[in-house]
């Protein structure tokens, strides 16, 4: 498998006036071919700036340190020309509000031809004919017509399937989805994530969803990466990550989800706490506030991602940024009680 | 628990949309909410489920009287609210209140959270001492897991999850006998939704609250809800109790909506099959003939389009609104 996205310790800075903001802390993964990783994450957690940084869309006050290369082409600081040869033609994004990622003024058909025009080289006839096929594959009724509407004229559904028509129209290697489904109402929802799961085998492209839904990743994605604090808490294939959670804050988000698959019970389960301050990140580990495992380790040394299991393997894989040994035993920590949620709720207070 | 406490019948709310006209408008009314019924007893919970568009926050602030019904009655703790002068209204709201779904954009930025928790007290307890006030205010906030030494805070140096207790406190501060809960923990983050859920939980059981919770996320409502109602474009669809409605669910909208909920488990989620629902919602400005749902529904034949479906009792306590009701084809989750 080769890597069409490699990113090594990216870092995001954003510069406000009360001082410096860290989205993302140095996080490092491979996007291989044909592949879809999901990258969860709470508000906050760094996992749309991520992608954005690499994208080269950060806010005017942010700025990217460390490297992401697109086949070996360094992403980081390239200029603008170059970078725009790129994306919308190699990498292409698909954000979660369909209206604001969509322009107001232009027909519908405008904006997708202008992208084959001017990444391709197309005729405006030639692009009109591939701009229908795309909307015929998003499954766009009365598609023709539809090339000569405004986005304000249609649905949010409608919207979003026209977002993915675009993205897809160069063909890309790497597709970039930023909470495609979040905005939508859940038969919508199902309607969309139906037709990614669709195109996910006819076209080849790579694709990375950004979401804080584990539901939608559990449907879609082959890797996770578990994102808080601007860090990679757990990476691995979905079937590690849901199954065989390793990180505390993992296991807790899957905890705390009401599931129609499970017998009701009368208590969910609540991490403590509220998510962390960006611009007071903790020294070490950046969940140690919240984490009902927390002993003296967690305060005094950021845990690196390692090997689950055996902390001197090759990093491949399920791995965990955790100084545990593994939930059911945490031998290493001794005063680490195990979860109550009696205990939380009254921490949480 | 089988003492009813509020009962809706008949319930419309029409806007009015001005459609046309230059110096005469011409008006097309808006039905957000098109004769809804139902009852609630004390330390219920109902669940109000449906899409964006489908009247339920609409139905809420109608039950409060926030929004003037159409048409329709609403009788609380055994008296009418419809068609009552706005004085009797203002001192039944002692015991109905509302939280909202945007914790911070309902909370004043410009008064301290003491004031916001404390308001509903100066306005029925005006003679109340300022330092009873903030006695109860303090003993509320360690209640739902604020620290009392917060109290002359402002909201924006709280969290969403933290200003979504504020709204409760607000909400319970003078012991309602309702609360209609309109998507509270729609704007929050996962790790914190769990704790707004127990926390509402709690206040229900300590208080003996009853909830109206409306939300669109299906999982939630069936941790929290005794009974689950379902809307489509104003209208009952389905109400029964939450097992009924989430093991044998009659109308084939509630079908659609419980297998488009993503299930956080891959080996269920990959294998599954949806049942995908064409279409978007129909406009409410011109809902289609006879069931609105016929649109959309892969059950519709032509008696759809003819008949509007009555809401009627199918099963015991489970009232469905459809002609071709019945059991799933196939498993949902």
């Known amino acids: 498998m080769t890597a069409v996205l490699e990113v090594r310790d990216l870092k995001v800075r954003f510069a406000t006036p009360d001082g410096e903001v860290s989205a993302v802390n140095g ?4 996007v291989n071919e044909g592949e879809c990783v999901g990258i969860v994450g709470e508000s906050g957690s760094g996992k749309s700036q991520l992608f954005m940084s690499v994208m080269g869309l950060l806010a005017k006050n942010g700025r990217t340190l460390g490297s992401a290369k697109y086949r070996g082409t360094e992403l980081v600081g390239m200029p603008v020309k170059a970078l725009n040869k790129i994306r919308g033609d190699k990498i292409a994004m698909i954000f979660q509000d369909s209206m604001t990622g969509l322009t107001p003024h232009l027909r519908i058909g405008k904006q997708m031809t202008e992208v084959l025009v001017q990444h391709k080289g197309m005729s405006e006839a030639d692009a009109r004919k591939r701009a229908l096929e795309m909307l015929n594959l998003v499954r766009i ?24 028509a675009m993205a897809l129209l160069c063909e890309p290697e790497l597709l970039i989805a930023d909470e495609p489904t979040t905005a939508l109402d859940v038969t919508v929802q199902a309607q969309i994530l139906d037709l990614m799961a669709d195109l996910k085998t006819v076209t080849k492209a790579a694709i990375v969803l950004i979401t804080h839904d584990l539901g939608t990743v559990a449907g879609l994605c082959d890797k996770v990466q578990v994102m808080y604090g601007g860090r990679f808490m757990e990476t691995g294939t979905v079937q590690e990550i849901f199954y065989k959670p390793a990180h505390p804050y993992t296991a807790g988000l899957l905890a705390s989800m009401p599931r129609l698959t499970e017998e009701r019970q009368e208590k969910l389960y609540a991490i403590p706490g509220q998510p962390p301050n960006l611009q007071r990140l903790p020294k070490a580990c950046p969940f140690q506030e ?37 939930l059911q035993n945490p031998v290493s920590a001794p005063h680490a009680p195990s979860i109550n949620v009696a205990a939380d709720e009254a921490r949480s207070a | 628990m089988s003492k009813e406490l509020l009962r809706v019948e008949g319930l419309k709310v029409h806007f009015p949309i001005r459609t046309g006209g230059i110096l005469i408008g011409q008006y097309t009314p808006l039905k957000a909410v098109d004769g809804v019924s139902f009852t609630l007893n004390e330390g219920e919970t109902l669940g109000i489920v449906g899409e964006s568009g489908c009247g339920k926050s609409t139905l809420g602030r109608a039950v409060l009287q926030l929004i003037k019904p159409t048409d329709g009655q609403v009788v609380f703790m055994g008296s009418e609210l419809t068609g009552v002068g706005a004085e009797v209204i203002r001192q039944k709201r002692a015991d109905m209140q509302i939280v909202f779904q945007d914790p911070l954009a309902s909370l004043n930025p410009r008064m301290t959270v003491g004031d916001i928790i404390g308001e509903p007290l100066t306005v029925f307890f005006p003679k109340m001492k300022a330092e009873e006030r903030k006695e109860k205010v303090r003993a509320l906030m360690a209640k739902v897991g604020l620290l009392p030494q ?30 209609i809960c309109d998507e509270p923990v729609s704007a929050l983050d996962v790790s914190i939704q769990a704790q707004i859920v127990n926390l509402l939980m709690d206040l229900q059981q300590e208080f003996g609250l009853s909830l109206m919770f409306i939300s669109h996320d299906l999982s939630v409502v069936r941790h929290v809800s005794h009974r689950v109602m379902v809307l489509y474009l104003g209208k009952v669809m389905e109400i029964a109790t939450r097992d009924a409605i989430y093991a044998a669910p009659l109308h084939p909208y509630t079908q659609a909506l419980i297998s488009a909920v993503p299930v956080p488990d891959p080996d269920i989620e990959k294998n599954k099959q949806r049942i995908v629902l064409g279409g978007d919602l129909p406009s409410p400005m011109n809902p289609p003939s006879g069931c609105v749902f016929r649109t959309r529904c892969p059950r519709a034949t032509d008696i759809c389009a003819q008949e509007v479906p009555v809401l009627e009792e199918k099963a015991p306590g489970h009232r469905v609104a459809c002609h071709h009701w019945g059991l799933p084809e196939q498993k949902l989750v």
């Not at chain 1, 009724?141 to 993915?164: F, K, T, V």
């Not at chain 1, 967690?298 to 940024?321: F, M, S, W, Y």
């Not at chain 2, 002359?152 to 309702?178: D, T, V, W």
């Open chain 1, 27 to 30: 996080v490092s993964f491979d």
């Open chain 1, 141 to 164: 009724p009365e598609a023709g017509r539809r090339l000569a509407q405004y986005p304000h004229e249609l649905s949010g559904g409608m919207r979003q399937r026209i977002m993915i």
């Open chain 1, 290 to 326: 919240r984490c009902t495992y927390v002993h003296d380790r967690c305060i005094d040394e950021l845990p690196v991602l390692r090997q689950v299991g055996d902390a001197n393997a090759t990093l491949t894989g399920h791995t965990k940024a955790c100084h545990l040994v593994s």
């Open chain 2, 150 to 179: 917060m109290i002359n805070r402002y909201p924006h140096e709280f969290s969403g999850g933290q200003c979504q207790r504020i709204g409760i406190a607000r909400a319970m501060i003078l012991n309602p006998k309702l609360v």
